[in-house]
């Protein structure tokens, strides 16, 4: 039996699957370290709040203690996030807040995101 002859069709790609110039040099401003889902996770829930303590990061964001733990420190030694370590009597307290510079860099992730997406959807 003989190969088909390639579909040329499928060779070319229709126009609504290539990308606008414009979103893709936008992709590639995201910051990488702010796009993996949790890490964007702890971001977004501390814009929104003042602090969250590391128990209640971990059930929020449905998560293990190591997997926040290791994400949270990326975005510690980032300087997006700070972390206060204190007792409570004599159980552990971790304590996370969004610095100036995590909140502007969720804002600058947030404003690359957006026209992401206008981009892609003037495409439509």
Do not use: W
């Not at 069709?9 to 910051?31: C, F, N, Q, W, Y």
């Not at 370590?85 to 404003?111: C, I, M, W």
Request: aromatic residues 4%.
């Amino acid at each position: 039996m003989g190969k088909k002859a390639p579909n040329p069709k499928r060779l070319t790609p229709s126009p609504e699957l290539i990308p606008m110039e414009g979103a893709v040099e936008k992709t590639a401003e995201l910051d990488r370290l702010i796009h993996d889902r949790l890490r964007l996770g702890i971001l977004s829930a501390l814009a929104v709040n003042e602090s969250f303590s590391f128990t209640e990061l971990k059930n929020l964001l449905k998560t293990t203690d190591g997997n926040l733990s290791v994400h949270a420190r990326k975005l510690e030694e980032a300087g997006y996030v700070s972390c206060r370590k204190s007792f409570q009597g004599r159980v552990p307290h971790t304590e996370y807040r969004l610095t100036t510079n995590g909140r502007r860099a969720l804002q600058r992730y947030l404003d690359h995101m957006e026209a992401l997406i206008i981009a892609t959807r003037g495409r439509a």
